[in-house]
């Protein structure tokens, strides 16, 4: 079993810079693929960026060239860097593991842009 819990979450100005954090359990974290996601309000939830376990990354579209995923193998997590965050960035925000046919989810993590 995985659990992923995620962290740094917060209301940020348009403009700021966020950096979050999802923290895994269990021993397949480095042959895992991870991935941040979001939902915001009234929205589907989408997939932002994520990164396999050999490091190739993939982003969505609205989030290219300002948001940078990354994983430390050795401490069993990914992170997810958010600069010049827009207020249409607000949403909570999701980690996911998967890994074969097996994926799993955090609890989520709201990011809130406004002013």
């Known amino acids: 079993q995985v659990q992923l819990v995620e962290s740094g979450g917060d209301l940020v100005q348009p403009g700021g810079s966020l950096r979050l954090s999802c923290a895994s359990s269990?021993?397949?974290?480095?042959?895992?693929?991870m991935g941040w996601y979001r939902r915001a309000p009234g929205k589907e939830r989408e997939l932002v960026a994520a990164?396999?376990?050999?490091?190739?990354?993939n982003y969505a579209d609205s989030v290219k060239g300002r948001f940078t995923i990354s994983r430390d193998n050795a401490k069993n997590t990914v992170y997810l860097q958010m600069n010049s965050l827009k207020p249409e960035d607000t949403a909570v925000y999701y980690c996911k593991c998967t890994y074969g046919l097996r994926s799993y989810w955090g609890q989520g993590t709201q990011v809130t842009v406004s002013s």
């Open positions: 990164i396999t376990s050999g490091g190739s990354t």
């Open positions: 269990g021993s397949i974290f480095s042959i895992s693929v």
